[in-house]
């Protein structure tokens, strides 16, 4: 989540604003809600044709929507947290195989990682191919909610998600939302290929692993209600939808 600028409350889907450069809530987001000290300030006291220049302007790089694939200030932090959140959450559900066989549980924890990560970046890489404004935020209810995971039999992992800045289309919407699960299930082939080529028992259990966690993170993604990417997908095509759903599907039954 994107703190408002001006009330700090908390937002998923921020404004930003054109003038300041700033992200705010939707109460906010007018220049004149937000007492905007960028150039909007300055024209307002202009006639005519009088050419400006911006006044007040600060703006973090960082922090811009870029081709080019640049992370927050605190992005890196909140992918390790919620990676971190998502591992111990596994170990805690197979610990006596940590101890038992630490290498084969070092390769799971590996495949888990890659799943989660890969599929938080397809959806931040995919929002800023696009022009957007877009980094992995932890959402602190849902980081809670997955390390009392640890202690109960149900478990909720939902450590955070990519905030993407005031997407303009649905078909956007769309493309960023597949991105992730689509990742998944291309890691669940190559983890497939991996099981049919593997030389030895231990690289063919860590495929079906892989294959197992892609598709299954994949299924889960594509539920097409809520907050789920499945229900920004069905919304822009459900024919893609479809399409994920049965290719993520076949791979699970694998």
């Not at 922090?63 to 919620?82: C, H, K, S, V, W």
């Not at 006596?96 to 630490?102: A, H, L, V």
Request: glycine share 10%.
């Amino acid at each position: 989540m994107v703190n408002c600028d001006h009330c700090g409350n908390d937002e998923y889907m921020p404004f930003r604003c054109r003038y300041c450069g700033g992200y705010f809530c939707s109460e906010h987001r007018l220049p004149e809600m937000h007492n905007c000290t960028g150039s909007y300030q300055h024209s307002r006291s202009t006639t005519g044709n009088t050419q400006f220049t911006a006044t007040g302007y600060s703006y973090n790089p960082t922090m811009r929507a870029t081709r080019y694939g640049l992370f927050g200030q605190n992005e890196l932090r909140d992918l390790g947290i919620g990676l971190g959140a998502i591992l111990l959450v596994m170990l805690s559900s197979y610990w006596r195989m940590f101890f038992s066989d630490p290498i084969f549980m070092l390769g799971v924890v590996l495949v888990y990682g890659m799943a989660f990560i890969l599929h938080e970046l397809a959806h931040k890489f995919s929002a800023q191919m696009l022009g957007y404004w877009a980094e992995f935020r932890i959402n602190q209810q849902g980081l809670m909610m997955t390390m009392l995971s640890l202690i109960s039999p149900f478990k909720i992992i939902a450590p955070g998600a990519v905030m993407i800045g005031n997407i303009a289309s649905w078909s956007h919407y769309g493309l960023v939302a597949i991105a992730g699960p689509a990742t998944n299930i291309v890691l669940g082939i190559l983890f497939y290929g991996m099981s049919l080529l593997a030389g030895n028992q231990y690289w063919f259990v860590i495929a079906t692993v892989g294959l197992q966690i892609n598709a299954s993170l994949a299924l889960f993604n594509l539920i097409p209600i809520g907050v789920f990417d499945g229900a920004k997908i069905i919304r822009w095509n459900k024919y893609a939808w479809g399409a994920a759903v049965i290719a993520a599907g076949f791979l699970y039954l694998l």
